[in-house]
Structure formats: C-alpha cells, structure tokens
C-alpha cells in the first residue's frame, strides 16, 4: 500500500532502478500531505503528452492521504515513481545544506512531466519550470526456452531512478548557481551534468537493495565494474538490442583524454570518475581500518555526499572549473568538520589529481582565505538586509575580485545566507556573500560569423564565506581578466558550427532549444550574445539519447 502514516509523511514504492533491470520496488517517504497528481509541497507532477496533445488522469490520494496500489504498467504508477524520487533527491541536497533552496526560476514548485512525448531523451527546463521525461520505443532481445527472439518495447525515462535523479539534480544545482546555464567555460556545462550524475549516484547507494548488488558484483573492490557506477544501465539506443549505460564511472580514461573535449556530458565524467575514485578510497581506507563492507561503504557515502552538496554553496557565482568543484567540497568540509582523523580529504584530493583536476594535493587542500575578521560589521550582523550587505562589502572593494579596477566596476550581492549550527539552531555556523559584476566583450571578426559584432557579458565575482565572528575562511574568487575574456572569445568562436547552435530569439525558441543537437546554444537579442548550456541536448551520442 502506498502509505500516509500522517500528515507530514508519505510512503510510494519505487523502482530503484529500471524495472528491467531489477523488479524489486523500494518504498520512498517524502513530505506530505499529498494532492492529486501528485503535487507536494516542492514539486508537482503535471502528465502532459505535447505530441498527443493529451492531459492523463493523475494519481490521486485516498481520503486518508494513502494512494491505491497502481500496477507498474498504470502511468499514475509512473507518476509516483517520478515525483518520489524527485522529492527525494531534493530533500537530501537541502538536508546536507542545512536549508530550503528557492528555485532557479519564478516558481514555487518544480513540474514534472512523466511521459511528455515521444523521443529517447529526459531534461530540467528553467525555461518552463520542469523536468521532462520522454518515452520511445525500444527493441529488446529475449532469451527464451524456444529460442532468442526481439521485440518491441517502450521505454520509459519516469521509471528509471537514475534519470529522474539525474535531472533533479540539474534543478537543484540552478537553485544554488543559476549562471551555471550561462556557460563560457566548458567545464561548467560539465559540472551541471557531473552534479546530476552524482545525484544520482548518491541517490542510488541509499536504497539497500541496490547496496547488495553494489557489494556482491564489486567483490571489494569499488573500481570493477557495478550496478552503481553504470548511469542508466539499461538505456539503449532505439532499435538497437545491445546493453549502453549512458556513463561508466569505473571505466576512466587518462587526463589527456579530456583535454580537448567539450561536449558537456563527456567531459563531465573525468569529474564524477574522480569522485567514484575518491569513493573507493575512502572506502578501502575504512576496510584498512576492521570496518566490514556494508559499513565501509556507508561510512564513505555519506561523507562524500556531505562533501560534494555543501560544495554547491562555496562555488564561484559563474564559470566554474573542476579545480574549483574539488576545492570547494575540500574547503565546505574543512570548516564544517575540522577533524578529519582517518584523512579523508587527503584521499580525495588525491583521486582529483590523479584523474588530472589540480597540480597536486597540496594546492587543492590549501586555505582559500587567511580567517581575518573584516572590520565595519554592522550593528545587526549577521541579519543584513540587502542594502547592508551590499554596503559591507563595498567597504572592502579593495577584497573583492574587481579589486584590480575597484573605482571603476560595481557589483551587485546576488544572494545572502546566514546557515545556523544543526545541533544549536540559535548558534551561527557561517554567513555567505555571493557577489558578481559583468564586463561586456565585442565579437569581432569572421570566426563569429553572424554574432560579429555582437556583445557577450563575462561575468566576474566570487563566493565569501564568513564565520559568526566576521572572519572570511573562504573566497572563491572568479575576477575577469584577460586570460578569460581569451579564453571566452575562443571558446565561443571555435564552438559555432559543430558544438554551438545560433538561435534569435523568437516565439518558437523552445521548440528549438529542445530540439537542438548541439550541447551549446548562442542567444542573439537585440545586438547581445548570451552562451547556454542546452541542457535538452540529447546526451550519450553514442547511447542515442538523453537525460
């Protein structure tokens, strides 16, 4: 039964993976009470076909909150399964940051679409507020006792754990850095997918049924390939019979590799490889020490999850490499737990280095600030409103990532959080700034084609995070200078015509953004250039679609 103990909680079974992979269901709790739909307090599920043109009748709750047992080949069963896994997803990354998040859009929920249309794809749209999962048809080769024979089956993306996780995790990271979808560095666009691949992963390892499989097919050893570390094991190229996870975790290649990749989806496994492997060793540093495997693994999951979601607030507010993903989950765990007796952090700047993300261990493990208290606090610190904490920090321009022409560039405070101690809610535990400024650049010359002569915005700032005291323990700065503003022009110059599509804006933009091919997007308004992240680009070429 799908159960409402009451009314703050609700229970939905779940696949923990694609049905056919493993039939097993596991039972998923998430806040309540529930709409039909379902629509929840964060998220709402809204069954729309665009290619059908056709609204499907929603899941609906009993009187006592409970929803009917709905057989797994009922869409409303598909329902549940999307937004169970979806709220999930978002209540861990707000448990580990200690706070409600607001949207990367105007909106108080998330939409979901289950089955929004015919095609072998699932993305998040800031554009619409939503994921959207699509469904295709898929042949599948059966081995039966009179003999292998194929058929046609449909596949869902709403079943699949992994890529409704997946694309949460595209929502959740707009919800921290909205600019992560305006991309000049293609290691950002990377980052939006490596943080919906570990979402998933992270999602995944908390289920027990899929923590059996993980510790039986890895024998001890994290980096033989797994059920966890294959992303989407079961999606498969339309009309094809073989067996393509979107990403392999365990199956890295050297730095070289990446060096001149671009598409997002590729390029972001060297980052979530290094992850797994800062995985495997945090886990076989627990082994070492008598912990047995259940426990080892739970133990490093944990840990690296806390590490890599509270990065998400330490971030620079655009542009964003790997060295400083890496940084900042070294930086949030060095100030949020000091102690780190079995050196973890060692482990997991070291898995970075090896996978080529930072010169050495030390560079990444160093201090990012020297902790001095910054003078002219307000009275009221830390409650500022705005106006207040754009004033503080205009006192110390000098500080800041425009400190190179302090006199001649302003800034504005994009967001202000004060986050207060788990265990002592009236005990501050930090303050963050998160501050920027543009610089306007002119496209010129023939490599732009169209665009020359168009203007693009660099975007500068950076990521203060103080203690209760004022101290600054660290600064992610991200100023413009010339080594990015080249860096940019080349970017945007190289990618036009193979990874880059040139849109102007009009009516039928979204129509064209979903159906675009290549991973960026060149928007032209008004005489202004705007880089995108399409995030609707079907992902895994090879695989032949999406998530």
């Not at 620079?316 to 050196?343: G, I, N, Y």
């Amino acid at each position: 039964m799908v159960a409402a103990k009451d009314d703050a909680r609700v229970s939905i079974p779940v696949f923990p993976q694609h049905p056919d992979s493993r039939g097993d269901q596991v039972v998923i709790e998430v806040d309540g009470p529930l709409l039909a739909g379902p629509v929840g307090p964060r998220v709402a599920v809204f069954d729309y076909n665009r290619d059908l043109d056709e609204l499907f009748p929603p899941a609906t709750p009993r009187a006592d909150g409970t929803f009917p047992d709905y057989d797994p080949s009922d869409l409303r069963f598909h329902q549940l399964n999307a937004y169970a896994v979806t709220a999930r997803a978002i209540e861990f990354v707000e448990g580990e940051l200690g706070r409600s998040l607001s949207w990367g859009f105007d909106g108080g929920r998330l939409i979901v679409l289950p089955h929004a249309g015919h095609m072998a794809n699932a993305f998040y749209s800031e554009f619409t507020n939503s994921t959207q999962f699509y469904s295709f048809t898929q042949r599948r080769r059966e081995t039966r006792p009179d003999g292998t024979r194929e058929r046609d089956r449909v596949y869902h993306t709403s079943l699949v754990h992994d890529i409704v996780a997946h694309e949460a995790g595209h929502a959740l990271l707009d919800a921290t850095r909205d600019r992560f979808t305006e991309a000049l560095e293609p290691e950002t666009a990377a980052i939006h997918e490596a943080v919906g691949d570990l979402t998933a992963v992270f999602a995944a390892l908390g289920h027990d049924v899929v923590l059996n499989r993980l510790l039986k097919e890895s024998s001890d050893d994290l980096r033989r390939h797994n059920v966890v570390a294959a992303i989407a094991e079961e999606f498969r190229e339309e009309g094809s019979g073989g067996r393509v996870a979107l990403r392999n975790l365990t199956e890295p290649h050297s730095p070289s590799y990446y060096r001149n990749v671009v598409e997002p989806h590729e390029k972001s496994l060297q980052m979530t490889q290094a992850i797994w492997e800062a995985l495997a060793r945090m886990y076989d540093i627990n082994r070492a020490l008598g912990e047995p495997p259940r426990t080892a693994i739970r133990l490093a999951h944990r840990v690296l999850q806390r590490m890599a979601v509270r990065a998400l607030d330490y971030l620079p507010p655009a542009d964003a490499t790997f060295v400083e993903f890496a940084v900042a989950m070294l930086q949030a765990d060095k100030l949020s737990h000091p102690k780190d007796a079995r050196d973890y952090r060692r482990a997991v700047a070291g898995a970075f280095v090896a996978l080529g993300i930072g010169k050495n261990q030390a560079s990444l493990l160093a201090d990012t600030a020297d902790g001095v208290k910054w003078t002219g606090r307000p009275a009221n610190w830390p409650g500022l409103g705005p106006t207040e904490a754009y004033r503080f920090l205009d006192r110390h321009r000098n500080k800041l990532a425009l400190s190179r022409h302090p006199q001649y560039r302003d800034f504005v405070v994009r967001s202000y959080e004060v986050k207060r101690s788990a265990r002592e809610p009236d005990e501050v535990d930090s303050v963050t700034f998160v501050y920027e400024y543009p610089v306007d650049i002119e496209l010129r010359g023939r490599r732009f084609g169209y665009a020359d002569g168009k203007w693009i915005s660099v975007i500068g700032g950076g990521t203060l995070v103080f203690d209760a005291d004022g101290r600054l323990r660290h600064h992610a700065e991200k100023p413009v200078t010339k080594g990015r503003v080249t860096s940019a022009l080349d970017f945007v110059g190289g990618a036009l015509g193979t990874d880059m599509t040139m849109l102007e804006a009009t009516e039928e933009d979204q129509v064209r953004r979903h159906a675009a091919r290549r991973p960026f997007l060149l928007e032209i308004s008004q005489g202004a250039a705007t880089v995108r992240t399409n995030l609707a680009a079907a992902c895994g070429r090879a695989a032949g679609g999406g998530a």
